[in-house]
C-alpha cells in the first residue's frame, strides 16, 4: 500500500448504526457512531437515543426517520424538528442522520430548513435513504436532485441492502435514481452497508459510476 492510500485510509468516514432497541458491537476503530431509533418524531428519538447515547463509539450522531410508519416524515414532523434544532435539543450529539424513506410529497424545501438550522447550530448532516432514492416518498426523484447539490448535507448515506442481513450489496435502484446521478454529488457519499468488509466491493462498484465513496456506515453490529 502505498503512502496515497494509506492516508486515504485514515481519511476515510468509518460509521455504524447502533440500534437503540437491541445490544451493540461496534467494529474497532469506528469514526462515527448513530442512535438508531426508527423515529422521526424527535421527542420519541431523543428520548430513546437518551439511553444508549454514552456507548456511541467516534462522533455521536442521532437519527431522525426510518423505514416505517414511525420513521416517516411530514411537515409537522419537520417543523418539529427544526424548532427542536433551533432550541437546541440536540446539542449532545455531533450531527443528525435524516433516515429518509417514508413521507409526504413536497418536502424538499422543509428538509432544506431543516438541514440549514442544523448548520446554524454546528451540526453535520448525513442522509440516508433506501437504495437510491427514498421509496416511499412521492416526489423522491426531485428530492434527490435537491439534495446532491445541497451544500448543507455533508453526507449522502444511500443503503446498499433491503432486509439489513444481506452477504453481498445490494445494487438495485429506486425511484428513477441511478448511481450515475450521484457522480456530481455536492456531499460526500458514504454507503451504509450490512458489514464492513462489504465496502471493498461497494467502491469498486461505485467507481464504475464515476462515484467517489468516502467510507462506508455499517448496519449489523
Do not use: C
Not at 57 to 63: D, L
Not at 96 to 102: N, R, V
Not at 181 to 188: E, L
Amino acid at each position: 500500500m502505498n503512502s496515497v492510500e494509506t492516508l486515504e485510509e485514515m481519511n476515510l468516514i468509518k460509521g455504524y448504526w447502533d440500534k437503540t432497541y437491541s445490544p451493540s458491537h461496534p467494529f474497532d476503530h469506528a469514526t462515527l457512531g448513530i442512535a438508531f431509533s426508527g423515529w422521526a418524531n424527535p421527542d420519541k428519538a431523543l428520548s430513546d437515543s437518551a439511553e444508549i447515547k454514552n456507548r456511541l463509539v467516534g462522533h455521536k450522531y442521532i437519527s431522525l426517520g426510518g423505514g416505517n410508519n414511525n420513521g416517516s416524515f411530514t411537515q409537522e414532523i419537520l417543523h418539529s424538528i427544526i424548532t427542536h434544532i433551533k432550541n437546541g435539543k440536540f446539542s449532545d450529539y455531533r450531527g443528525i442522520a435524516f433516515d429518509i424513506e417514508e413521507g409526504e410529497a413536497n418536502l424538499t424545501s422543509h428538509f432544506e430548513h431543516a438541514f440549514t438550522a442544523a448548520k446554524n447550530k454546528n451540526l453535520k448532516v448525513l442522509v440516508t435513504t433506501s437504495h437510491s432514492a427514498p421509496y416511499g416518498i412521492p416526489d423522491a426523484q426531485m428530492m434527490m436532485k435537491n439534495f446532491f447539490r445541497n451544500e448543507n448535507i455533508d453526507y449522502l448515506s444511500p443503503q446498499l441492502y433491503t432486509s439489513g442481513t444481506e452477504t453481498e450489496n445490494d445494487f438495485q435502484t429506486s425511484q428513477g435514481v441511478s448511481w450515475e446521478d450521484y457522480a456530481h454529488s455536492k456531499p460526500a457519499i458514504v454507503p451504509s452497508i450490512v458489514q464492513a468488509n462489504m465496502y471493498h466491493d461497494a467502491k469498486n462498484r461505485f467507481s464504475r459510476h464515476q462515484v467517489n465513496t468516502k467510507g462506508f456506515i455499517q448496519w449489523a453490529n
